[in-house]
């Protein structure tokens, strides 16, 4: 197997990192740029334990100028780009009749328009490559739209949307585009939970058990590898049986 | 006059290889509208494709609809504004 460039932003995140580890022990043909803004902590720590195998790209996921110089620094170093995951993101809950303007805009922002443009700026060189693999990271608020969440599950159901209206704009060029919509999962949002609402989400779990990082970052990779070839605009949820 | 018959050729080539067109190069003529009835039949995802591989082999860049529109007509007025970009070079 040959040298896989992989970049995934908001890499300094839980479920950042567990994708990021889930790509760099799959092969060590993989090489992993991590997306990150001012906190870098966590990807720096990777970069420690994987020398050579991965680097952190400066990011802010809102701004395209950002999106450009990022893209334009890993090809200037590997001349190519295999896989995008759009994995930063960011949620701020309330209910609509008093949610600040700024609360809704933001998290668009940060979900959906980091989506878009990220998308839009790997489409040059995995349309040149006539190769690629995008994969987004939405939310089961997207199916299910839960209150409070007007800003959030409008995004990520906007992610969905754009998912399956580029898979159809650049299969032919052999790019795929899937969307992972994982539920409640053990990371730094559930973490700030309080064990009643722990208990409460948790009742609501087939499963009963909150799902791991490394749970979505296999879905992830799987639909990055070139197994997953024929599968396009894929909505898959992940969550333990919501639903 | 060779030099031009012979990037005609290259872009025809280029255009079947990389929009897996079902005819041959020597299928399309010059003046052939590439888009619209009557014509190839590219539709816009071809032109996405399109404007990538003019920037990659000729490096040409069509940076906005209104250009594509002018550039994109067919095999002739491509190669005139290949041939214009080389002479600007």
């Keep these: 197997m040959s040298l896989r460039v992989i970049l995934i932003t908001g890499a300094n995140g839980g479920l950042g990192q567990a994708i990021a580890r889930s790509f760099l022990t799959e092969s060590p043909d993989n090489f992993i740029w991590l997306g990150v803004r001012a906190r870098r902590d966590a990807a720096e720590r ?19 100028n ?15 780009l295999d896989v995008l995951v759009n994995n930063a993101g960011k949620h701020e809950d309330g209910l609509l009749a008093t949610m600040p303007p700024s609360a809704w805009s933001e ?5 959906l328009d980091a989506t878009f443009h990220g998308c839009q700026a790997v489409m040059t060189p995995m349309i040149s490559q006539r190769s690629g693999r995008i994969v987004n990271i939405a939310s089961l608020s997207a199916l299910l739209a839960p209150a409070g969440q007007t800003n959030y599950a409008a995004a990520k159901a906007g992610v ?48 009963r058990r909150f799902g791991k990082p490394e749970e979505i970052a296999a879905a ?8 997953a070839s024929y599968i396009t605009g894929s909505v898959l949820k992940i969550d333990g049986g919501i639903f | 006059m060779e030099d031009v018959l012979a990037l005609k050729e290259k872009i025809k080539t280029m255009m079947v290889e ?33 404007v990538v591989a003019l920037d990659k082999n000729f490096g040409l860049k069509i940076p906005d609809p209104a250009t594509a529109k002018v550039v994109l007509l067919s095999v002739n007025t ?12």
């Excluded at chain 1, 990777?46 to 395209?64: G, K, M, N, S, Y």
């Excluded at chain 1, 990022?70 to 190519?80: D, F, G, P, T």
């Excluded at chain 1, 998290?107 to 979900?111: P, T």
């Excluded at chain 2, 491509?78 to 070079?89: H, N, R, T």
């Design chain 2, 18 to 50: 990389n929009l897996m067109l079902q005819v041959t190069a020597a299928e399309i003529s010059d003046d052939l509208p590439l888009f619209g009835p009557g014509g190839l039949g590219l539709d816009s995802v071809d032109a996405l494709q399109l």
């Design chain 1, 220 to 227: 992830v990779r799987f639909l990055a590898c070139a197994d």
């Design chain 1, 160 to 207: 969905v949307a754009l998912t399956q209206s580029l898979a159809k704009e650049v299969a032919r060029m052999n790019i795929t585009v899937n969307v992972v919509c994982p539920g409640f999962v053990e990371t730094e949002a559930v973490a700030a939970m309080n064990p009643e609402e722990r208990k409460g989400a948790q009742s609501r779990i087939p499963m």
């Design chain 1, 46 to 64: 990777l970069i420690a334990e994987f020398p050579d195998r991965c680097q952190c790209v400066e990011l802010e996921v809102t701004q395209p």
């Design chain 1, 107 to 111: 998290v668009i922002a940060a979900n």
């Design chain 2, 78 to 89: 491509i190669a005139d504004a290949v041939q214009k970009k080389l002479a600007s070079a």
């Design chain 1, 66 to 80: 950002s999106w450009k110089s990022a893209v334009e620094k890993i090809l200037a170093q590997h001349q190519r």
